[in-house]
């Protein structure tokens, strides 16, 4: 979700920004939350003197409570399994899938979408069906329509109106759609040569991957003489909405397998084909996460900072410090799934193995800032494409918001929230300006940028609540799939599992890891 390439700093919108929207802007509340950075800091200076106030012991600990550690623990509770305990930092599970709610409406906190999974998936298809999502009609998989994103589903603000979808066409160029028509045309090329998959793991790494691997998406596209600066901007978004970063950043594999991994490229006129239908609540994936983490009751250990994990003689201990008593708790298992960010596994696991030193080493993770708005009337709206679910400005600095009235099935006009998604880039200094900014920085810069669409925002808005992520995930750069094909090894009583390890973030290679983690077995 970031580094804009020059055709969007082109616009000056950063510059004017936060200028917009703010003449009420101090009769608008709010604050930061979501995310208690202080829990996490912990780890760079953990508290000194402390003994062990109590001593815990269970058969399997699970350190993170994000989608990968959540898959985990329902696979061992598939098993039967019930001698476990989940240890998480924040006071609810979800990691980056995460809900919460302004004044009194569910809202996401993350990530907000789950695509309907391929059949490489399967071990997601299999947590749908038992969430009632799908189940078989007539010999065919049927999902549940409350919860397939509806219709209208997506539009984009360009050349001052609403458009239908977020490729840019209206008022462009021939030479812009032969592009698009083009880039079509090599994913359709590349799909039937090499397979890509989601989970990623599950199609063979070929050296047309490896190729992909070793150069930026934007080198790809200049040697594919793939130029026009609207087909750029778009793939540029779409990059930066699923990685955290632009083309210029991430490798042309993961540019690929954004499209290659699904159902390709559409370019208008062209052959429709299957359109990606996507599962969505107004608390995001949220939904997921809370009914993963309901059914661990008192194994669930919330507020806990994980500060080191040891390999002992009969198996692992772990020291966790628990904000709520302020004490040092020890833990003592047979084996432990650590299903923590690479970066932080890498400092907390005592004497690390090669393979987790070497991606702590790798592995960038972009910055991230989530905000909630919340309206206490509908927006007036530009000409063009109506409301829809997701809702994208050409050339902004933000990725569009996403409306949590849309699945509502009532269709009298009311209150709402907009989430609204930016990730600040991989500079140096954009995760200490993310952390550092005051609040009234990030309200007036939404304001601002939404502003441009809807002029009466500042006027019905009434809170906007800040979610800000350091290490959001992981971003796939050059050389991250071919480090991520040969990378786990999980044997002993230490199993890894997370998307970091797939070398990107996203629910399928989260959830699979932690289910396959959950699934094996050690000292049964």
Known sequence: MIGRRAVLAATGAGAVLPLLGCERAADITGGFTGISHERGHLLHEPPRNLTPGVTRRVHTLIAGGGVAGLAAARALRLQGRDDFALLELEDTAGGNSRAGSVQGMACPLGAHYLPVPGDDAREVQDLLEELGLRRRV???????????????????????????GLLPLQGVGAVTLGQYTRFAQRIAAIQRTSRFALPSFRAPFTPQHAALDSMTFARWLDEEKLDDPHLRWYLDYCCRDDYGAGIATVSAWAGVHYFAS???FQAPGGDDGPRDAVLTWPEGNGW?????????????????????????????????????????????????????????????????????????????????????IHLRSPLHDRPGAPPSWDNVLYGSTGLGYVDARHQALDPRPGPTVLTWYHAPGLSPTARAHLLDAPWTHWRDMVLGELSQAHADLPEVATQVDITRYGHAMAVPLPGARSAAAARVSNGGPLRFAHSDWSGYSVFEEAFTRGHLAGMARYGA
């Open 262 to 264: 699904r159902h390709g």
């Open 288 to 372: 997921l996460t809370q009914r993963l983490a309901a059914p661990l009751g008192k194994r669930l250990h919330a507020g806990r900072t994980v500060l080191r994990i040891a390999q002992v003689r009969q198996g692992v201990e772990v020291d966790a410090f628990d904000h709520a008593t302020r004490t040092l708790e020890r833990w003592q298992a047979r084996e432990c799934i650590v299903a923590l960010p690479v970066l932080v596994a890498a400092r907390v696991v005592h004497d690390p193995p090669p393979m987790l030193r070497a991606a702590a080493a790798r592995i960038q993770y972009a910055p991230w800032l989530v905000a909630n």
């Open 138 to 164: 007539a010999g065919r998989w049927v999902y549940d329509e409350r919860h397939l994103c509806h219709s209208p589903q997506e539009r984009l603000f360009f050349n001052g109106s609403w458009q239908e």
